[in-house]
């Protein structure tokens, strides 16, 4: 692991959603002027509510966390948050962009209703079930919603959909959880390269009918 993954892996974080762009960024500059934490990424997000994620120490950490609680809940625009003191481990690299390649013969894939929900629940989870953080989503592209996907065997992927109800934070609802089994070799290699719909390439399993074929079929009969 390099120095910057070192650095990343050690912060603690706190996620903050609001249902105001006006007042995200008023909360994320007091935050800043507040406590030497890093932005580690913020903006908007659907629909219409504003993200803020932030890293350090524990002590810096919690207290810009307490200065964007004031802030959203001073104009009545806090939606959900989390504050996690010592992360699982993978989280952090998972939230600035890392991935992992499913090698479970299982995947277990989580729908949440708001980004620190979630966040707060595979904190819980990772730290319990010997599973790994293939991919995290934040509210982007998906209509506000949060979204994971866990790799590892069947018992240990059952056991975190099991907890999940349980391990959210609160404001936050579980809205859907799956638990595949026996993972399809070409949906292996889709989730290997992301969930978006607007990046999967054309997948042509062994045995797959084509375009050419229906096309050929077709001016047969």
């Given at each position: 692991m390099s120095e910057t993954s070192d650095q990343v892996a050690s912060q603690s974080l706190a996620l903050l959603e609001f249902n105001s762009t006006a007042v995200g960024m008023l909360a994320v500059d007091r935050m800043l002027k507040k406590s030497p934490v890093a932005l580690l990424r913020c903006g908007t997000v659907h629909p219409g509510r504003y993200l803020a994620l932030v890293g350090?120490?524990?002590?810096s950490c919690d207290e810009a966390y307490q200065e964007g609680l004031a802030s959203g809940k001073e104009a009545s625009a806090l939606v959900a948050?989390?504050?996690?003191?010592?992360?699982?481990n993978g989280l952090n690299e998972a939230l600035v962009g890392g991935r992992?390649?499913?090698?479970?013969?299982?995947?277990g894939v989580l729908e949440v209703s708001h980004s620190p929900g979630l966040l707060h629940l595979l904190d819980r989870v990772l730290k319990a079930v010997p599973v790994s953080l293939v991919e995290i989503r934040l509210a982007d592209d998906l209509g506000g919603r949060a979204l994971?996907?866990?790799?590892?065997?069947?018992?240990?992927?059952?056991?975190?959909?099991?907890?999940?109800?349980?391990?959210?934070?609160?404001?936050?609802?579980?809205?859907?959880?799956?638990?595949?089994?026996?993972?399809?070799?070409?949906?292996?290699?889709?989730?290997?390269?992301?969930?978006?719909?607007?990046s999967c390439r054309n997948w042509k399993p062994a045995g797959c009918e084509t375009s050419e074929d229906l096309l050929s079929e077709s001016t047969e009969d």
């Open positions: 350090g120490t524990v002590a948050d989390t504050f996690l003191p010592d992360p699982a992992c390649e499913p090698e479970g013969d299982t995947l994971a996907i866990v790799d590892g065997e069947l018992p240990d992927v059952q056991e975190v959909a099991e907890m999940a109800p349980s391990s959210l934070s609160k404001g936050s609802e579980l809205l859907n959880v799956s638990v595949i089994s026996r993972l399809d070799d070409t949906l292996r290699n889709i989730v290997s390269e992301g969930s978006h719909f607007s």
